[in-house]
């Protein structure tokens, strides 16, 4: 890992340990807990996304599925919770890879691809009306399982807050590895080509499915800790997360490490300033993305990266 690199990163974690003491309110530390979601959410999509030009519509039923998988089976088994954490992960890892396994080996353009994946969605949010005796459909679950029941006493918040700092920062790490190995240049031998990727020797299935494999367990794996952090979960947590997601990676820039940063960071604030302003919130934000989509389709990475190169090279003429 490059000394650059690892400065970067210490530089982002010591920012975020360091925002609870700004932001302290209880309000203000269920705001960063969820920013870190949203954040781990769009990581997720920036690498089967951003890098593999996969377009999953169905994010919302993976994170769903970890949910409830999470919720449900911790009591019915009368297991600990952390044990059914990582099945909750792997079975939403295991339907994702299916779904790119089925979408590449026929060649499904992403059109094809994004109507399968909605589908998908969709058949979710039925199966979980249906099977209403197990998931409370509309209702939804209270959750009495909690990864934190250890913790008599502390600050639940912000003890939630530094688990998911911790788990964002391993997941840099580990994306970090991935995109500057072997595997991250097939990715973009794929995004760049993937006609010609497959005449050089790459097998672009195997790394489509592994692309979906990674960003689906993420999915399933922060799908259960939302579940363990809000204690409830019902269908309309998941309806529209989908486009959320989407919309703070292009935001942000995709197959970048600090697009989905900096797109989960902006969406959260504008979503959180909007909100007072009721039913016309909705009409706002989307004036709003228009405009910021038509001067930023690169996303704010591009775009900062230009500003600061022109700063530094302004600076070093100056000298």
């Given at each position: 890992?490059?000394?650059?690199?690892?400065?970067?990163?210490?530089?982002?974690?010591?920012?975020?340990?360091?925002l609870?003491?700004i932001?302290?309110?209880?309000?203000?530390?269920?705001?960063?807990?969820?920013?870190?979601?949203?954040?781990?959410?769009?990581?997720?999509?920036?690498?089967?996304?951003?890098?593999?030009?996969?377009?999953?519509?169905?994010q919302?039923?993976?994170?769903?599925?970890?949910?409830?998988?999470?919720?449900?089976?911790?009591?019915?088994?009368g297991?600990?919770?952390?044990?059914?954490l990582?099945?909750?992960?792997?079975?939403?890892?295991?339907?994702?890879?299916?779904?790119?396994?089925?979408s590449?080996?026929?060649?499904?353009?992403i059109?094809?691809?994004?109507?399968?994946?909605?589908?998908?969605?969709v058949?979710?949010?039925?199966?979980?009306?249906g099977?209403?005796?197990?998931?409370?459909?509309?209702?939804?679950?209270?959750?009495?399982?909690?990864?934190?029941?250890?913790?008599?006493?502390?600050?639940r918040?912000?003890?939630?807050?530094?688990?998911?700092?911790?788990?964002?920062?391993?997941?840099?790490i580990?994306?970090?590895?991935?995109?500057?190995?072997?595997?991250?240049?097939?990715?973009?031998?794929?995004?760049?080509?993937?006609?010609?990727?497959?005449?050089?020797?790459?097998?672009v299935?195997?790394?489509?499915v592994?692309?979906?494999?990674?960003?689906?367990?993420?999915?399933?794996?922060?799908?259960?800790?939302y579940?363990?952090?809000?204690l409830?979960?019902?269908?309309?947590?998941?309806?529209?997360?989908?486009?959320h997601?989407?919309?703070?990676?292009?935001?942000?820039g995709?197959?970048?490490?600090?697009?989905?940063?900096?797109?989960?960071?902006?969406?959260?604030?504008?979503?959180?300033?909007?909100?007072?302003?009721?039913?016309i919130?909705t009409l706002?934000?989307?004036?709003?993305?228009?405009i910021?989509?038509?001067?930023?389709?690169?996303?704010?990475v591009?775009?900062?990266?230009?500003?600061?190169?022109?700063?530094f090279?302004?600076?070093?003429?100056?000298?």
């Amino acid at each position: 890992m490059k000394k650059a690199s690892i400065v970067q990163k210490v530089i982002i974690l010591a920012v975020y340990a360091l925002l609870p003491i700004i932001f302290s309110h209880s309000y203000q530390l269920r705001l960063l807990n969820l920013l870190i979601f949203f954040t781990m959410f769009t990581l997720s999509s920036n690498i089967i996304f951003g890098h593999t030009r996969q377009l999953f519509l169905c994010q919302g039923a993976l994170v769903g599925i970890g949910s409830y998988i999470s919720a449900i089976l911790p009591e019915r088994l009368g297991v600990a919770p952390w044990i059914i954490l990582p099945v909750g992960a792997l079975t939403s890892a295991g339907i994702g890879s299916l779904i790119s396994a089925v979408s590449s080996i026929r060649r499904l353009s992403i059109i094809f691809m994004a109507v399968l994946t909605s589908s998908f969605q969709v058949i979710f949010g039925e199966l979980i009306l249906g099977l209403r005796h197990i998931t409370g459909a509309d209702e939804g679950i209270v959750i009495r399982s909690d990864i934190l029941r250890g913790l008599i006493g502390a600050n639940r918040e912000l003890v939630y807050y530094y688990l998911l700092i911790a788990t964002l920062f391993a997941t840099v790490i580990i994306y970090d590895k991935i995109v500057n190995s072997r595997v991250g240049v097939a990715f973009r031998c794929i995004v760049e080509d993937e006609i010609a990727a497959s005449f050089i020797g790459i097998n672009v299935v195997k790394y489509k499915v592994l692309s979906a494999f990674i960003s689906s367990f993420l999915f399933g794996f922060m799908g259960g800790l939302y579940a363990y952090y809000n204690l409830y979960i019902c269908p309309s947590m998941f309806q529209n997360i989908d486009v959320h997601i989407l919309v703070m990676l292009v935001f942000g820039g995709m197959g970048t490490l600090t697009g989905p940063l900096l797109g989960a960071g902006a969406f959260t604030l504008i979503s959180e300033l909007l909100r007072p302003l009721g039913p016309i919130t909705t009409l706002i934000f989307g004036i709003l993305l228009i405009i910021l989509f038509l001067f930023f389709r690169e996303g704010l990475v591009v775009h900062l990266k230009r500003i600061t190169g022109q700063f530094f090279k302004k600076h070093k003429l100056c000298f």
